[in-house]
């Protein structure tokens, strides 16, 4: 359940084209998803779905064809392209699959960069830093090169960068897809942990095994949300390959009707 009842995200009716040759082909078809403050929504669905274009929509870089995409009821293409870019600096932090690091930077100097691009004072920065690193468990890596660390404590030192700026949603592109199952499931904890305190996660990923960190789901296929579920039990685990969970239905993700098959 999300922490109080305003919406943060609203996407009505999108949709998105790409010209191919002399005529167009629809990628994403009438989506519709809103997202509250301190809920955890998890996107996801077979590759090729829309996952990505969605995405990059929702986040000011790619124009859709038509739709709204609201933030804290702001039409975001109403906006002009250096406002979006300035809403999303200061509002939205984004953490992708493979973490990008400034090589000549050890792991707190990369996480201080963001506000030294703002002109934040020293002594706030580097306050900050260490706050973000010891949230998320970092804090005895501080003074380590980012590339020499594990692809977990790589995502871990990521998140700590993403919340410097305070954002009021963190955006997971596949924040997983590099990681092993303990590392994973450390990362998505620590989203919760972040959820637990109000702030709000939108994560799109191809691994059915983390839908049950989710406070909402949102299932794609074809470019189309065929399904938004809220778990009744948030306390349930979600399992694959058993006789009355996931079982046989787990490779037939584009079945729309998957997330009810699961009886969560």
């Given at each position: 359940m999300a922490i109080n009842g305003n919406k943060l995200l609203e996407i009505r009716d999108m949709r998105k084209s790409f010209s191919i040759g002399d005529g167009a082909?629809?990628?994403?078809?009438?989506?519709?998803?809103?997202?509250?403050?301190?809920?955890?929504?998890?996107?996801?669905?077979?590759?090729?779905?829309?996952?990505?274009?969605?995405?990059?929509?929702?986040?000011?870089?790619?124009?859709?064809?038509?739709?709204?995409?609201?933030?804290?009821?702001?039409?975001?293409?109403?906006?002009?392209?250096?406002?979006?870019?300035?809403?999303?600096?200061?509002?939205?932090?984004?953490?992708?699959?493979?973490?990008?690091?400034?090589?000549?930077l050890n792991v707190i100097e990369n996480v201080m960069f963001p506000l030294h691009l703002l002109d934040y004072p020293e002594e706030e920065i580097e306050k900050k830093a260490h706050e973000v690193l010891t949230h998320v468990g970092m804090e005895k890596w501080a003074a380590y090169v980012p590339t020499t660390l594990s692809s977990g404590q790589q995502q871990k030192i990521s998140l700590a960068r993403a919340l410097m700026l305070d954002p009021l949603m963190i955006v997971a592109d596949e924040p997983t897809g590099n990681l092993d199952t303990v590392s994973g499931q450390e990362l998505l904890q620590t989203f919760m942990g972040l959820v637990k305190l109000g702030k709000t996660v939108v994560m799109v990923t191809h691994d059915l095994e983390y839908?049950?960190?989710?406070?909402?789901?949102?299932?794609?296929?074809?470019?189309?949300?065929?399904?938004?579920?809220?778990?009744?039990?948030?306390?349930?685990?979600?399992?694959?390959?058993?006789?009355?969970?996931?079982?046989?239905?787990?490779?037939?993700?584009?079945d729309p009707k998957f997330l009810e098959k699961l009886h969560l």
């Amino acid at each position: 359940m999300a922490i109080n009842g305003n919406k943060l995200l609203e996407i009505r009716d999108m949709r998105k084209s790409f010209s191919i040759g002399d005529g167009a082909v629809e990628i994403l078809k009438g989506i519709n998803i809103t997202v509250d403050k301190g809920e955890f929504g998890i996107i996801f669905g077979p590759s090729g779905c829309g996952k990505s274009t969605l995405l990059h929509c929702l986040l000011g870089l790619e124009n859709p064809t038509s739709g709204k995409v609201l933030m804290e009821g702001q039409d975001v293409y109403a906006m002009t392209e250096d406002q979006r870019s300035i809403y999303r600096r200061h509002k939205v932090s984004i953490i992708y699959q493979q973490p990008l690091w400034i090589s000549a930077l050890n792991v707190i100097e990369n996480v201080m960069f963001p506000l030294h691009l703002l002109d934040y004072p020293e002594e706030e920065i580097e306050k900050k830093a260490h706050e973000v690193l010891t949230h998320v468990g970092m804090e005895k890596w501080a003074a380590y090169v980012p590339t020499t660390l594990s692809s977990g404590q790589q995502q871990k030192i990521s998140l700590a960068r993403a919340l410097m700026l305070d954002p009021l949603m963190i955006v997971a592109d596949e924040p997983t897809g590099n990681l092993d199952t303990v590392s994973g499931q450390e990362l998505l904890q620590t989203f919760m942990g972040l959820v637990k305190l109000g702030k709000t996660v939108v994560m799109v990923t191809h691994d059915l095994e983390y839908l049950r960190y989710g406070t909402k789901i949102f299932h794609m296929v074809d470019g189309e949300v065929v399904e938004t579920y809220e778990p009744k039990n948030a306390n349930k685990t979600i399992t694959f390959g058993k006789k009355g969970g996931a079982g046989e239905d787990t490779a037939n993700v584009r079945d729309p009707k998957f997330l009810e098959k699961l009886h969560l």
